[in-house]
C-alpha cells in the first residue's frame, strides 16, 4: 500500500492550498486526492465562463436539497466544483474576506486564535491585490485579486450614487480596515484569466516531486487503527484502493464532501449512522448539523440606458467582447456580472451590517430556470439589483441517505425557518425598492420587470421571497470548529474531536457563515491550517 505523509481529500479551494503549503517542505510527502478531473477547459479559465459550468455534470456535483418548506416546499439546486480548484474552479470570484467582527465572533464563541487581529496575517499572505497601496492588503501572494476601479460597467456608479442618496456610505475597498458601504466588487483573476487556488497555488506546486495529485478518485471511506485515521479508501476508475497516512488525513472535500464522508467512516450520530446499517466508529453527533447559508432574491429593472446586455445579446457584440478580449485579456469577458454591491446597515442602530448587496449591469429575466448563459442576457437593456442577509439564523442539516458513498446525500437547508431571517428578508426586499427610487437609479430605471408593481405590501414581499429567493452558494459549517465535542465536530486547531490523526480544513469548519462571500475565508482556513500542521507536526 502506497503510503504518504499527509494524504488531503479534495483538490477545492481549501486542498489546493493545503497541498502546495504543506508541500513546500521537502522532507515530507503529500498526496491530495480528488473526486473530479482537470480544469484546463475554457469555460473554467475564462472569466464569465463561469455560467456554462453551473449545470456541467462532468464537473459539478449538482446537488439538490430536500424540499425546503421555508421556500414553499422548493428545492434549492446547490452547484458544487468537482473538478481540481473545486468550487473555486466555477465560482462567481468575488473576493470578499468578511467583516472582521465575524472572525472575532468565532474566537469568542471558544476558539481561540481565529479573531480577526490573529487571521489577518493569513489573508494578506494569500493575496496579491493589484489596486492602489493600502494597509491590510497583500501583495505578492499566490491569490491576484484585481480591482474593478475604471474597468466595471458606468451604471454601477450609478448605483453607488443611488445608494449614497438614501445615506449609506461608499468604500474603495470592501477588504480595507473599515469595509463597509458601497462600492465595487474585487474580483480574483490573474491577466484576464481565473486566478482560483488551483491556478495560483497547486499548479506551481505540481513541480515538486513531494506532491502527488490523483484525479477521478473518490474518496469512500477513512481507515482507522482504533481512534486514530491511518489512511483514505478511494474508487478510481472502478477500482477500489487504500493509501496510508503516516502523519495525518486532511478532509478538504467542502461542506457536503467532509461531512459525508466522516458519516460513511462511521463517524457521525451514532443512531442515523446505525439505522443506516455503518458502524459506529466514534459518535460524533454534531456532524452535518450546523448548515448556514445565504439566501438572496433579485430584483430586474428595465433601464433606458445601455447595459451589458446591449454588449453581450447581439452576435456582433459578442465578437467585438471577444476580439477586445483577445487584444488585451480585458473587458465584459474578464469579469464576473457582480461588478458592484455593499455591506450595510439597514437600520442605524445596528452595530455593525446586516445586508450584502449586489449591483450587476446585466438581466437574464428570459432565461429558463435551467439554463444560465451569462453570454445570453435579455434583449432589451436592463440590470438586476439582489440582497441576502449578512448572518441568517436559520441552521440546516445534511444526513446520509445511504451508505453507499456514490449516492447523494440528504441536504436539509432549512431556510427562513426563524423569525429574524423571516424580518430579514421583508426589510431587504423593501430596501432594494428603495434604491431603485432613489436617484440617480431612478432615472434610468424604466420599469420594474420582476417582481413588479403588484407585488406591493409586506406579505407580497415575503410571498415572493418565499417564490423566488435562493442559494448564494455558500453552505458552510458541517464540521463546525468549536470546543464542545457534543455541538462541534473540529477543535480550534483543528483536529476532530475524539479522534487522532485526523483535520478538516475547508469551508465546512466555520462556526458561523460570514458576512460576504466564502472562498477568501476557506483560503484563509487553509493557510491558517497549514500553519497548525506543521507546528503541531514539528512539536
Ligand atoms: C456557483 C458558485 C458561485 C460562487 N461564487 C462565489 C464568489 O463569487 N465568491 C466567493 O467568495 N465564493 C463563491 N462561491 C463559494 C466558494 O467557491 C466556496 O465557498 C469555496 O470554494 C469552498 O471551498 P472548499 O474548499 O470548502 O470546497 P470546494 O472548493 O467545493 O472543494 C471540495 C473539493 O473536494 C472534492 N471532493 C468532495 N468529495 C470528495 C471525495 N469523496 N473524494 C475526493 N474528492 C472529493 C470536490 O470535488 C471538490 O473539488 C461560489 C460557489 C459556487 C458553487
Same mark, same amino acid.
Given at each position: 500500500m502506497d503510503a504518504f505523509d499527509y494524504v488531503i481529500v479534495g483538490a477545492g479551494t481549501a486542498g489546493c492550498v493545503l497541498a502546495s503549503r504543506l508541500s513546500e517542505d521537502p522532507s515530507v510527502s503529500v498526496l491530495l486526492l480528488e473526486a473530479g478531473g482537470s480544469d484546463r477547459t475554457i469555460w473554467i479559465q475564462l472569466p464569465i465562463g463561469y455560467g456554462r459550468t453551473y449545470f456541467d455534470a462532468s464537473i459539478n456535483w449538482m446537488y439538490d436539497t430536500a424540499p425546503v418548506p421555508g421556500l414553499n416546499g422548493r428545492e434549492s439546486y446547490w452547484p458544487r466544483g468537482k473538478?481540481?480548484? %473545486?468550487?473555486g474552479s466555477i465560482n462567481a470570484m468575488v473576493h470578499v474576506r468578511g467583516r472582521p467582527e465575524d472572525f472575532d465572533d468565532w474566537k469568542d !464563541? %471558544?476558539?481561540?486564535?481565529?479573531?480577526f487581529d490573529d487571521v489577518l496575517h493569513y489573508f494578506m499572505r494569500a493575496e496579491d491585490f493589484d489596486g492602489g497601496p493600502r494597509s491590510h492588503r497583500g501583495r505578492g501572494g499566490p491569490v491576484r485579486v484585481t480591482d474593478l476601479t475604471g474597468l466595471a460597467h458606468p451604471l454601477c456608479q450609478t448605483f453607488i450614487a443611488a445608494s449614497q442618496t438614501l445615506g449609506f456610505p461608499s468604500t #474603495? $475597498?470592501? @477588504?480595507? /480596515?473599515? %469595509?463597509e458601504g458601497v462600492g465595487l466588487y474585487q474580483i480574483t483573476t490573474r491577466d484576464g484569466l481565473r486566478a482560483s487556488t488551483a491556478n495560483a497555488y497547486l499548479r506551481p506546486a505540481?513541480?515538486?516531486?513531494n506532491l502527488k495529485l490523483i484525479s477521478h478518485a473518490q474518496a469512500t471511506g477513512l481507515t482507522f487503527d482504533g481512534a486514530r485515521a491511518t489512511g483514505v479508501s478511494y474508487r478510481r476508475q472502478a477500482v477500489e484502493q487504500t493509501v496510508s497516512a503516516r502523519r495525518e488525513v486532511i478532509l478538504c472535500a467542502g461542506t457536503i464532501g467532509s461531512a459525508q464522508l466522516l458519516m460513511l467512516s462511521g463517524v457521525g450520530d451514532g443512531a442515523d449512522l446505525q439505522a443506516l446499517g455503518i458502524p459506529v466508529?466514534?459518535?460524533? *453527533?454534531?456532524?452535518?448539523?450546523n448548515i448556514q447559508d445565504h439566501l438572496a432574491v433579485s430584483y430586474f429593472y428595465k433601464t433606458n440606458r445601455p447595459t451589458l446586455n446591449n454588449e453581450l445579446r447581439p452576435f456582433h457584440g459578442k465578437a467585438l467582447a471577444g476580439l477586445r478580449y483577445l487584444w488585451d485579456? %480585458?473587458?465584459?469577458?474578464?469579469?464576473?456580472?457582480?461588478?458592484a454591491g455593499g455591506f450595510i446597515?439597514?437600520?442605524? #442602530?445596528? &452595530?455593525?451590517? $446586516?445586508l450584502q448587496l449586489y449591483f450587476s449591469?446585466?438581466?437574464? &429575466?428570459? &432565461? /429558463? !430556470?435551467?439554463?444560465?448563459?451569462?453570454?445570453?442576457? #435579455?434583449?432589451f437593456p436592463a440590470v438586476l439589483l439582489s440582497f441576502n442577509a449578512c448572518r441568517p439564523t436559520s441552521r440546516g442539516r445534511m444526513s446520509l441517505s445511504? =451508505? $453507499?458513498?456514490?449516492e447523494y446525500p440528504l441536504i436539509e *437547508? @432549512?431556510?427562513?425557518? &426563524?423569525d429574524k431571517d423571516i424580518e430579514d428578508a421583508v426589510t431587504g426586499s423593501r430596501l432594494l425598492r428603495q434604491l431603485a427610487a432613489a436617484e440617480p437609479l431612478k432615472s434610468v430605471f424604466? +420599469? +420594474?420587470?420582476?417582481?413588479? =408593481?403588484?407585488?406591493?405590501t409586506d406579505e407580497d414581499l415575503l410571498a415572493d421571497f418565499r417564490d423566488r429567493a435562493d442559494t448564494v452558494y455558500h453552505p458552510v459549517g458541517s464540521c463546525g470548529m468549536g470546543p464542545d465535542p457534543t455541538r462541534h465536530v473540529v477543535d480550534p486547531r483543528l483536529k476532530a474531536h475524539g479522534l487522532e490523526g485526523l483535520r478538516i480544513a475547508d469551508a465546512?469548519?466555520?462556526?458561523t457563515v460570514t458576512s460576504g462571500n466564502t472562498n477568501a475565508p476557506t483560503t484563509m482556513v487553509a493557510e491558517k491550517a497549514a500553519d497548525l500542521i506543521r507546528s503541531d507536526d514539528s512539536a
Open positions: 473538478v481540481i480548484g %473545486g468550487s !464563541l %471558544g476558539n481561540p486564535g481565529w479573531g #474603495d $475597498d470592501f @477588504n480595507g /480596515p473599515s %469595509g505540481l513541480q515538486r516531486k466508529r466514534h459518535h460524533a *453527533p454534531a456532524v452535518g448539523r485579456r %480585458g473587458g465584459p469577458l474578464s469579469m464576473s456580472v457582480n461588478q446597515r439597514s437600520r442605524p #442602530d445596528l &452595530t455593525r451590517p $446586516d449591469p446585466v438581466s437574464y &429575466t428570459q &432565461t /429558463p !430556470l435551467s439554463e444560465r448563459r451569462l453570454l445570453n442576457p #435579455d434583449p445511504s =451508505p $453507499d458513498p456514490f *437547508p @432549512n431556510y427562513l425557518s &426563524t424604466v +420599469e +420594474e420587470l420582476i417582481p413588479g =408593481p403588484k407585488v406591493a465546512s469548519i466555520f462556526p
